[in-house]
């Protein structure tokens, strides 16, 4: 095995000051740029050094120790993968001997038996005066009509005899073919591997979280309010007032990559965890499929049709959107009672229009959460409105219950809830400051209050409509925005959510996303007009 190589040169580093000497020294400091990393003496002498720093011969060190165990750890994964290969490779080799063996053996003995058949052919030429002599004087009437033909018999059942055992044998043979261990040892490696690989960040389990600010901010002039990573987190998309932004994102850091132009407002949007597919909402639902890198074709939409937008006559923005695990159906609401249900096809490129339901009261619809058996959906609304639908025979929500009745001192106020499990769910009600959990029971089909916590900050704003409300359960993180604050919640070996996590804005337009597992949460604020991604880690 060769040592270790370096791609780039030591003179093509360049020291902040760009002054003509070698660097020998780096800053360690998250927010600076790249070409902003390398000191040289003179550097080092005009008390660059305030910030931390180390010397480039020392962090070679590192590096080259971090390399070492990377390369030890290539080799030994490339060698898993290559012995398993090797092993069906024997397998094929095998299978081919056999295969071919038996394949010989069969046209062989298949090339003697028309051989025989022929030569039966070739004997009926012959024949015996004296015996034909002796038949015909026995039974003379039948004479010319009989006829014996067994001889068949024989020559075809020890030939087919013979085909049978080279049938056999290559049926059997393909038992040596063995791919299904192969493709499970390859998913075991795999897994193997993922395991290594998650060792690069971890966050425990319980216990408080500290947000670590990554990269410098990234300006934006106008709003955003809805932000979606995809299934393999290297693409985000975020919403800048009528545009998408499509980001690339790596290791924590957010490269533009595309805007995509909409006619209005953009405040949901909503990834497929199947493939890069995503779905926007503004007055209207759209799906952006990635065709090639960088290249999103507009490929359905749908808009309210005019009949079903009662007297107001104008489209309403959509405010919430979820869609079902199966990616088949989208539910949504919006500025209006009403919550609209479309089948999706993805293959067939259909987006169409099944049937709608409309909350009873609690003026627009604030957050919509389905469960993971997909047969409750909870709808919520202003005023503490908040009501739940079961799946009917037909397939069709239908008004279960409706948890609170509509408040009219709260009618500022929006409240919103998100299923944690099965039957429990965490509600959160902007009028009372607080957030609680209610559990369903299949049983009794009554929903019950499990507990109830007080938020304690003191607020300055109302909350704000548009979700940013995540559960992670795999991490047991449950983030969300209320008011001018965000809060991040972890189940308690009590099983009740706690807040482990609180930051307050100077204003309640700020937005955000978690990464699917839970390392970064990239956040918008309008006070700064800038996004800030920050890394998860443990208090
Ligand atoms: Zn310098």
């Not at 295969?99 to 039966?120: F, V």
């Not at 058996?373 to 908040?386: A, F, M, P, Q, R």
């Not at 957030?435 to 607020?459: A, H, L």
């Amino acid at each position: 095995m060769q040592g270790l190589q370096m791609s780039e040169n030591y003179n093509e580093f360049k020291c902040i000051e760009k002054h003509d000497q070698a660097v020998t020294a780096i800053l360690i400091d998250r927010r600076r740029n790249n070409n902003e990393r390398f000191l040289c003496k003179e550097c080092l002498d005009n008390q660059l050094q305030v910030f931390e720093s180390i010397s480039i011969v020392a962090m070679q060190k590192i590096i080259e120790d971090k390399q070492m165990k990377r390369r030890a750890m290539i080799n030994d994964i490339a060698d898993q993968y290559i012995q398993i290969i090797q092993q069906y490779n024997l397998n094929l080799e095998n299978l081919k001997t056999k295969l071919t063996s038996s394949i010989e053996m069969m046209i062989n003995n298949t090339q003697i038996w028309m051989r025989e058949l022929n030569q039966k052919k070739e004997d009926s030429r012959i024949y015996s005066f004296c015996n034909e002599l002796e038949d015909y004087i026995r039974s003379t009437k039948q004479y010319m009509h009989s006829f014996q033909f067994d001889f068949f018999d024989k020559i075809n059942f020890s030939q087919l005899n013979k085909l049978k055992t080279g049938i056999k044998q290559l049926i059997d043979a393909h038992y040596t073919h063995q791919y299904k261990e192969l493709f499970q040892k390859l998913r075991d490696i795999n897994d193997e591997r993922k395991q290594l690989e998650k060792q690069e960040w971890q966050l425990s389990k319980d216990g408080k979280i500290n947000l670590n600010q990554i990269s410098n901010p990234i300006k934006q002039n106008q709003n955003c309010s809805a932000l979606a990573f995809n299934s393999t987190g290297n693409i985000l998309v975020t919403s800048n007032d009528r545009e998408i932004m499509i980001w690339n994102f790596n290791k924590g850091l957010m490269s533009f990559g595309q805007k995509l132009q909409l006619s209005n407002i953009i405040n949901c949007l909503i990834f497929s965890k199947q493939s890069n597919i995503f779905i926007s909402g503004c007055i209207e639902i759209i799906c952006w499929k990635e065709k090639s890198m960088n290249f999103w074709e507009k490929s359905l939409s749908y808009k309210e049709q005019k009949e079903k937008i009662e007297k107001e006559n104008k489209h309403h923005e959509i405010t919430c959107l979820v869609l079902n695990s199966k990616e088949d159906q989208i539910i949504y609401g919006s500025r209006s009672q009403i919550i609209n249900i479309l089948a999706l096809d993805l293959r067939q490129n259909k987006l169409e229009f099944l049937y709608l339901i409309k909350m009873s009261e609690g003026g627009w619809v604030s957050s919509l959460s389905l469960n993971h058996s997909e047969n409750l959906l909870l709808s919520c609304g202003y005023g503490d409105k908040i009501m739940m639908w079961k799946q009917s025979k037909e397939n069709k929500w239908v008004p279960m219950t409706e948890l609170t009745k509509y408040q009219d001192k709260y009618k500022e106020d929006l409240c919103k809830a998100i299923f944690l499990e099965d039957d429990e769910f965490i509600l959160i009600q902007g009028g009372k400051n607080c957030y609680s959990s209610y559990k369903y029971s299949y049983n009794d089909r009554i929903v019950k209050q499990n507990y109830k916590i007080d938020f304690k900050d003191q607020y300055k704003f109302l909350d704000s409509l548009h979700q940013s409300f995540e559960f992670k359960p795999e991490v047991n993180l449950l983030f969300t925005r209320y008011k001018d604050y965000i809060y991040i919640l972890r189940k308690q070996n009590n099983g009740q959510y706690k807040i482990v996590f609180t930051k307050q804005y100077q204003t309640n337009i700020m937005y955000g996303t978690l990464s699917n597992n839970g390392q970064y949460l990239v956040m918008f604020d309008k006070t700064s007009s800038s996004y800030n991604i920050y890394e998860l880690q443990d208090f």
